[in-house]
């Protein structure tokens, strides 16, 4: 049977302003990532999210993000692969300090925004948070873009990675995501979207949005929350994978292995 995570970027609210529909959306993903407070969230946030989390059984990861809050983290900034491995390092750290004395233990870490992206075409980038993962946890596993330099780095250095795919994205050519400013990078019809997940997932292809064929494959789903219809949308993919015989199960040590390949190719600079 195949098997598949579902993650959700959650608790991206902090002090007065709500974003998300944290607490419906963790009833039906199996992973969360929970921002650290740079892009978004805050201490309360962070572990009111925690907790909900560990309630509901849902594997829980850090989300850190580029200190830039105004943007939500999705502007691009000029950074030093040390200075990201320091940034990682503090962020998951403090996200990992409310799991454990909410008596949980942390996953994953998944980068979040502009930082994932601009890590995904950067092998020095990647391995600095890469660096960083292992050195808070080396049981942590490196969520990263599947094909990308992220998930090379992680392999490189022994560190578990999950190959991550996007329901609601549309891809390029070169497999990366096409960006939000860009008309299409949204996939809007529901249906169309499950149908895409469905055969990344069997298939290991997907259309890109200039309509050539590429192969990714992937062994978690992103579904964002802070779509106003993320509710009704990981629903019907839950409904649709069960339908397909997909088992659904967090990225933990079951199906994933230091340096396993999954039958894919690696990063982008081979």
């Avoid at 989300?63 to 040390?82: K, N, S, V, W, Y």
């Avoid at 994978?241 to 600079?269: C, V, Y």
Wanted: with cysteine.
């Amino acid at each position: 049977m195949d098997k598949i995570d579902i993650n959700s970027d959650l608790g991206e609210s902090f002090g007065a302003y709500r974003l998300g529909m944290d607490e419906k959306v963790l009833e039906h993903v199996s992973s969360v990532n929970i921002a650290c407070g740079w892009h978004a969230g805050d201490p309360m946030v962070m572990k009111k999210t925690v907790d909900t989390a560990i309630k509901l059984g849902v594997a829980i990861g850090a989300h850190p993000g580029l200190p830039d809050l105004m943007g939500f983290g999705r502007r691009e900034m000029a950074i030093t692969p040390e200075e990201a491995k320091a940034y990682v390092i503090y962020q998951v750290g403090a996200l990992k300090a409310f799991v454990e004395a909410a008596g949980g233990r942390l996953q994953h870490v998944k980068p979040h925004g502009a930082l994932y992206n601009m890590a995904a075409k950067d092998l020095k980038l990647s391995r600095g948070i890469a660096e960083a993962v292992k050195a808070v946890d080396s049981d942590l596993v490196l969520v990263g873009l599947a094909n990308s330099y992220l998930v090379k780095a992680a392999e490189e250095i022994g560190l578990k990675a999950a190959r991550e795919v996007f329901a609601d994205r549309a891809y390029g050519k070169d497999g990366n995501l096409v960006s939000r400013k860009e008309p299409g990078a949204m996939i809007e019809d529901q249906d169309l979207a499950i149908k895409r997940v469905v055969r990344m997932i069997k298939e290991g292809k997907v259309e890109a949005i200039t309509g050539e064929e590429i192969s990714i494959w992937g062994n978690t789903i992103c579904i964002h929350g802070d779509n106003e219809k993320a509710l009704g949308f990981v629903k019907k993919i839950r409904k649709a994978l069960k339908e397909e015989n997909i088992d659904i199960a967090p990225m933990n040590n079951r199906f994933l292995k230091s340096g396993s390949r999954g039958g894919m190719t690696n990063g982008q600079g081979d």
